[in-house]
């Protein structure tokens, strides 16, 4: 028994030491990579349909997903930015991948960032690829040692979920020059658990919780009036008040903008992914509004949810190339109304969700907004309807110094808000 401890104790402390030596090399003030994923919309639609292609297979059945260079960049960047300022950078080379990869660290006085680059690669015919080459900072580490110490981090970690989840279907992995070839055979309970992980934040216990409140909201509007948006956030983050805590609260939040959000945009979120519905069945359905504008609710709640989930500047670009878009011939032409609700949304999403103390002082404060003015300055008096020939005389782009003042005036509106003026 004396042995075994020893044996365990001398483990420890191995792992602390590679830790302490992984933290002193890779932690400094100097990016490898530039973070700040810069995402068109195109990119956001792709990024998710790619997470999702695996969990459109049936239960037992095997299904192949084949993933090219530029694939497997926007998979990388997407899930690295839902949860910090990072960059990823993927060669497939030589039949093995190689990753780049800078995380944008929380304050602290180690440094700004941390830089990790790997290898992997098919070794001896084995179906599934292993750790290569591993480096932090300048630190290149045998890849045994890196191997066990990643798979010991993520056994005791916050990760060890998403690990098994990802990787316990996957069959074989195969690495050429080309592509990244993967063979798996899912169970049924893997395919949901992936499908609510991919398309929301928390656990799916929680989010039913939620999707119930807003069956029970709808289900008590009078019809006779405009279902505003308020009338779904002030309940449901009221409810987060009471269900939270200070270490709970940002997960919490991410899930009612969820729940908000697969309500008022469900039609856009079934076209956008190909997916089935998200939502259980409410009866009677009604559009929510902001100033009267259903297109409005959407574009907050939407940026919102997407600011929640990956981060301020992906929710910015997205809000940006759909008004661009809708200049085009066909489109419903560039609005800043829009924007500004897309701005509003963003900044909404990114409060809720940027430390515990934040999320905790916006359930509370949203729990006694009086109607949707707290959280949205009116933005009824901007341009909109502007075709492509329009905006290019008017504004020129999106760089310029006119189209740049407007957006200043959108921003200091929106601090001017009751529910921001809390930072």
């Known amino acids: 028994m004396k042995v075994l401890f020893r044996i365990v104790l001398y483990c420890f402390i191995v792992i602390v030491i590679v830790c302490a030596t992984l933290v002193f090399f890779g932690v400094g003030d100097k990016p490898e990579l530039e973070v700040g994923w810069s995402p068109t919309r195109e990119d956001l639609v792709r990024a998710r349909n790619i997470l999702h292609e695996g969990s459109q297979t049936k239960p037992d059945e095997i299904g192949i997903i084949e993933l090219s260079e530029a694939d497997l960049n926007l998979a990388g960047n997407y899930l690295l930015n839902r949860y910090s300022k990072s960059a990823v950078h993927i060669e497939l080379k030589n039949n093995k991948l190689r990753f780049t990869v800078t995380i944008a660290l ?178 009677q359905q009604y559009s929510a509004f902001l100033y009267k504008r259903t297109d409005l609710a959407q574009h907050f709640i939407g940026s919102a949810a997407l600011t929640a989930s990956i981060n301020k500047q992906a929710a910015q670009i997205a809000g940006e190339e759909k008004e661009l878009s809708d200049a085009q011939a066909g489109g419903s032409g560039f609005s800043f109304i829009d924007l500004a609700a897309d701005k509003a949304g963003t900044r909404f999403g990114e409060m809720a969700t940027s430390s515990p103390e934040n999320a905790r002082k916006m359930q509370k404060a949203m729990s006694g907004i009086k109607d949707y003015r707290d959280f949205m300055p009116d933005p009824l008096d901007l341009p909109e309807h502007m075709n492509e020939a329009d905006f290019k005389r008017r504004y020129e782009s999106i760089n310029s110094a006119v189209y740049q003042e407007i957006s200043k005036q959108i921003d200091a509106r929106i601090s001017a808000a009751p529910i921001y003026k809390m930072e």
Do not use: C
Not at 110 to 121: C, D, W
Not at 132 to 138: A, D, I, N, S
């Open 106 to 283: 929380p304050e602290n006085r180690v440094g700004k960032y941390l830089n990790i680059s790997f290898r992997l690669g098919n070794i001896d015919g084995n179906e599934l690829p292993v750790i290569t080459k591993f480096k932090v900072g300048k630190l290149l580490l045998p890849a045994k040692l890196a191997a066990f110490t990643i798979d010991t981090i993520i056994q005791h970690s916050s990760l060890h979920d998403y690990f098994i989840l990802a990787t316990r279907p996957i069959k074989a992995a195969r690495i050429d020059r080309q592509k990244l070839t993967i063979t798996y055979y899912p169970n049924k309970d893997t395919l949901i658990q992936a499908r609510n992980f991919l398309t929301h934040t928390g656990d799916n216990s929680a989010l039913n919780i939620y999707q119930q409140k807003l069956a029970d909201i709808v289900a008590g509007h009078d019809p006779a009036w405009r279902l505003s948006l308020a009338e779904l956030l002030r309940p449901l983050f009221e409810l987060a008040y009471q269900r939270s805590t200070l270490e709970t609260a940002i997960d919490e939040n991410r899930i009612v903008i969820a729940a908000i959000n697969d309500y008022v945009n469900k039609e856009e979120n079934r076209k956008l992914l190909s997916m089935p519905e998200a939502t259980p069945a409410t009866g």
